[in-house]
Structures are given as C-alpha cells and as structure tokens.
C-alpha cells in the first residue's frame, strides 16, 4: 500500500475504517487489473460502504467481548463454571461414543480463608490470579480449565487415563507449590500456596456427569481430611 501515493492514485482508493475517530482497519480498492479509472461516483459508494464495514467491524468487536466476559471468570482468566459445563457435556458425549478414557479433576486452594482472613482479600485474589495462570501454561490444548467456584478450579482432561492423569496432576500440583507470594509488611512475608485435588477417571468412576463430579469431589474432601497439598483417585 505504501508503495503508492494512494491519496491520488486514480486506480487504487484507500478507505480507513473508523469509528468515532478511532482507526480499526483499511479497505483497499483497486482497478489495477483492468486499469480503469475509479469513478466519483464509486469513490462515494465505496465510502459509505467503508463507514458499514467499520460499523460491522466493531459491533462483532464487542460482541465478542461481551461473549468473552460472560463465558470467562476476570479474576483467574480462566472460563467459568457455565462454559464448563459446556464443554463438560460436549467431552463427555465424544468420549462414551468413542469409548475413551476421560478424568475430571476439582482443585482446592489449601486454607484460602485463612489467606483472605489474615492478609485480605487482595491478596486472595492475587493467589487465584496465580494458580489460574499456572495451570494455564501446563494443561494441553485439548485440556479445559475454569473457575469452578469460590477457589475451587475444576480441570477436564480429554482421553486420558489414571495413568496420564497422574502425570497431569504431579505437573499441576508442583507448579502450585511454586507460586510465592509476597505480603507487603514489615518485614515482608512470602505466602506458599498448596492445592487440594480430587480426581475421578470415567468410565470407572461414574456412567453420568453427574456420577463423575461427585466422584472427584468425594476424592477431593477426602485428600483433605489427609492433610491437603496432594491428589486422590476415586478409586483409591
């Protein structure tokens, strides 16, 4: 585009998009095979078609992010439960037809409440912030994470065994164990952050949905009786 003085070329029309001044795009028109003239009465229809396209443009802009705050929880940036149940359904249906493994896995914050009781709720939330964006960067395209409430992050893992989902969670967990917080007092206090996770395999820990996510959740009450800072297996 910038090799031409487009303003006056009579082959070639440059049409900014904008909207309220703020530039979103560019439509290029050109006559460049035929090498006839774009005429003035083109050039007027072109640029009213230019103001619809960056009208178009920007109504599917926010769209999307109005799209994007209903299905995604702001604070973990992680989806929320609703899209979750989601893709729950939709992983569920494509694993019993073709008879492949899956696991659900529910994570608890260790002693949240304490951290929001005795450091504020601020830095509750950073620790949210945290462990969402560390089981981002581990989980595999295929995977699915969100906030499933309060603190508590419930993990899909599409055709995966106990096997791999041990590995999924020795991965996940460790990463938890290295966030470190830093409390701004005199003098500083670093906060360790450790996860409860409870983890049911399907088809042998539950023939429904609903089977399976009181399966982990069993699981994950059970690891805190233990002692937290660890998975369990329905199966175990």
Known sequence: ????????????????????????????VDNLLS????????????????????????NARLFSEVERL?????LSHLPNRR??????????????????PMAICLLDLDFFKEINDTYGHQTGDQALNRVGAAIRGILR???????????????????TDEKDA????????QAVRGISLI??????KEIKV????????????????????AAADRALYEVKFRGRDGYLFYSQ
């Open 194 to 213: 450790s996860a409860s996770v409870g983890v049911a395999v399907y088809p042998q820990d539950g023939s429904t949905v609903a089977e399976l996510i």
């Open 141 to 159: 395209q295929s995977d699915f994470a969100a906030r499933w409430g309060g603190d508590e992050i419930a993990i899909l893992l599409g055709n």
């Open 1 to 28: 585009i910038l090799e031409y003085s487009l303003a006056t070329h009579d082959k070639m029309l440059y049409l900014p998009l904008k909207i309220q001044n703020k530039e979103m795009g560019v439509l290029v």
């Open 166 to 173: 041990v590995m999924a969670m020795d991965r996940i967990l």
């Open 183 to 188: 409390y701004p007092s005199e003098p500083p």
């Open 83 to 100: 899209f979750f149940d989601q893709r729950l359904v939709e992983e569920f249906y494509r694993s019993s037809r073709g008879r492949l």
């Open 70 to 74: 209903s299905l995604y929880d702001p």
């Open 35 to 58: 090498q006839e003239s774009i005429s003035e009465d083109a050039r007027n229809l072109l640029q009213g078609f230019a103001g619809q396209i960056a009208l178009a443009v920007d």
